[in-house]
């Protein structure tokens, strides 16, 4: 079911090109990997949200990101957390587009026809690993540009819109110059963000903005990565419009279910957090319980659901 702002529809995409149409603007993404951490993110209140494919991989899979997970498997989780609340734009991993030209093509469509509002694809060999992992593969220029023309081509045969961004991740073997040939190239075929993966330093992040000014660039903050770790004003201020925080949720997760998982299994007990953080009803409200209940009490005025 989804909440909506205003009566009046609108498709994420287009919330998320008005986005980014704001000056002065950086937009913050936190990493969701599935319906609950969503639920989290957007009961905090964020403007948009990214699913992370090395998170959908660990919860799905319980794989790491070393391009095990397939498009569908990609595309149940993103549609699934797209739907939840169509006024908050999902930005998606779509990997490689997971095959040849007519697999991006595909790819393309089913984002579209979930209403994810925006994608990326890379310039990895289809045997991928997370982009701050070393020993990565890359397609040559000409198969990662048309990776991008399927896409570009796609969006224009769908009569729909979708976000496309150009990710690549030739500085690691290629260099800094290489890096932006590729997302140059990729943007005069349409795509519509540049993604230069494992910046080094904040001076390259810096020049990654200058070279591929105007067009918006994303960072990616991986923390115990390659890239310097930032704030959304430091990365606003050298000029980047799309922060993502992938792993996030996935690395808070792991900690906060490890720590209870060794109580438990060391003492035979698991306490309540001290600040009373996670009680039942808390988990059950984040997920929508009150408005579920007060629909269904709406309908059935014996509904069991108002007792909850």
């Known amino acids: ?20 149409a704001r000056p002065d603007q950086l937009l913050v993404c936190p990493g969701v990997h599935d319906g609950f951490t969503a639920r989290i993110a957007l009961d905090v209140g964020f403007d948009c949200l990214y699913m992370t494919g090395a998170g959908t991989s660990a919860s799905r899979l319980g794989s ?41 093509a595909r790819t393309v469509w089913a984002y579209i026809n979930a209403n994810i509002a925006a ?12 982009g701050h992992l070393n020993n990565k593969q890359l397609v040559s220029q000409d198969e990662y540009l048309s990776r991008i023309k399927a896409a570009v081509k796609a969006r224009e045969e769908s009569g729909r819109d979708i976000v496309l961004i150009a990710r690549t991740d030739a500085l690691q073997s290629l260099g800094f110059e290489a890096a932006i040939a590729r997302l140059k190239a990729a943007v005069r075929e349409g795509a519509d963000v540049a993604f230069l993966e494992g ?15 105007p067009t918006p660039c994303l960072i990616n ?22 922060q993502i925080w992938p792993i996030l949720s996935l690395t808070e997760i792991y900690a906060s279910t490890r720590r209870a998982m060794v109580e438990l299994k060391e003492t035979g007990l698991h306490k309540q957090p ?9 988990v059950f409200g984040v997920c929508g319980m009150d408005r579920f209940a007060e629909f269904d009490g709406a309908i059935n005025a014996s509904s069991v659901y108002k007792k909850l």
């Not at 990609?74 to 697999?103: E, K, Q």
């Not at 994608?119 to 997370?130: S, V």
């Not at 390659?226 to 959304?232: D, E, G, Q, T």
């Open 64 to 104: 790491p990101d070393l391009g095990l997970i397939s498009l569908p498997e990609m595309l149940a989780n993103a549609t699934m957390i797209a739907s939840l609340d169509t006024s908050v734009p999902l930005i998606a991993d779509a990997d490689t587009g997971f095959g040849g030209t007519l697999s991006v």
């Open 1 to 20: 079911m989804s909440v909506r702002r205003s009566r009046k529809w609108t498709p994420p995409v287009q919330i998320l090109r008005d986005l980014l």
């Open 199 to 213: 910046i080094l330093t904040t001076e390259q992040a810096h020049a990654v903005c200058q070279e591929l000014s």
């Open 221 to 242: 903050m991986v923390p115990g990565g390659v890239s310097p770790i930032m704030s959304a004003a430091e990365a606003q201020s050298l000029g980047f419009k799309i």
């Open 274 to 282: 001290l600040n009373g953080a996670g009680k039942l009803r808390d």
């Open 119 to 130: 994608l990326h694809l890379e310039d990895q060999a289809i045997t991928k690993r997370c």
